[in-house]
């Protein structure tokens, strides 16, 4: 079973994340929407990154694993099946 929270968050905020607070390393290595414009961060469940908990930055959504799932799996975050196979071609 999964012990993460994720939080999606606005790209514009990537500078004020502490990444030695939570599960990614740098921005570098962050999930972003398709457009750019958002992307997501996890932690460990039961803490919250103080960048949060102090209001530097406000999560758009906070999620469990299985919901942080479902958001990857739209067409936001991820490319149809079909426009990856065409691209490898």
């Not at 079973?1 to 004020?16: E, H, P, R, S, V």
């Not at 990154?49 to 991820?78: R, Y």
Request: aromatic share 8%.
């Amino acid at each position: 079973m999964n012990k993460k929270t994720y939080a999606i968050l606005k790209l514009a905020d990537i500078g004020l994340i502490d990444f030695s607070q939570v599960a990614q390393s740098s921005a570098s290595t962050v999930r972003k929407s398709l457009d750019n414009s958002q992307f997501v961060i996890k932690w460990q469940d039961g803490y919250e990154p103080t960048f949060i908990s102090d209001g530097k930055v406000t999560p758009l959504q906070v999620l469990s694993h299985s919901e942080c799932l479902e958001l990857m799996a739209t067409s936001d975050w991820s490319e149809p099946l079909e426009e990856k196979v065409e691209a490898k071609k």
